[in-house]
């Protein structure tokens, strides 16, 4: 890839440039002798001493961390902001680097730089939900305010690093924020699928007995639904993984009903 489409500029003349790519903090340095120098870190790991990090310069060590939460469970999102701390990778070579970031956020360096040039092709819910066959074959059957509820579930900063750029169709846009993430989101992925069949059936009314409600809401636009959702956060069965949406204390799925509920309030 050349460097005129790479997001990470090269430092031209300041001796450092730190860019934030989702939870990555990526450190460009130039050396005495000219030569480039290539730091990757959780941003949360920014401040710390080498010393309290492990060091790695094999791409594919940081390609297999990136998989697991610091908990050690499974990311079935990788824009998710679950990205383990506690490792550096450190490299000369701008290839590398460039792998390294495509791994662990696979597509994002691609889609940005689509974006960039105005050619990013976005893929809209209902057309997404039209290619679905067996068991998400119904997701279409959504309806618009459920479809809402989904994304302020899901796709919100706080749940996804990806900046969403699709709507529930062409002139139909969604009344949530998109977020503020460096790279967008071209179309519903697998995981906000999977929940969507999962808020289909709780709209069928085929779970709502056995799940939790939650204290009302007060705040009145979609920035102050999302707000009131944080809590919910905090209240969710952290024992339940990610990709399990089916289990009613399941994150996202508690986070659909929490939105669900404010909507009905309003
Ligand atoms: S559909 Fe939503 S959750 Fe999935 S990648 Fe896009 S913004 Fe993130």
Redesign the pocket.
Known sequence: MESASRPISEPQTEAEVIKTWGQLSILIRLTENGEREYEVRHVEDREKDSSALDIYRDPTVVRDLSRFTDDGDYRP?R??PTLPTGWSFETGNPDELYRVVDWVYPATIANWNLEREDSLDVTQFEETAERQTGIYANIGNLDREALENA?VA??ADS??????E?DASENDEIDVPR?D?EFP?R??????VAAAREFLAVEQGDAERTEPTFERPTGRDANERLAQLAFVDDVSDSSVRDGEVSDPANRYRARYRRAKQFTAER
Do not use: M, N
């Open positions: 999102l824009t998710a994304v899901c796709c749940q996804c690093r990806k900046r969403r699709w977020g993430g989101c179309e519903p992925c697998s995981l906000f």
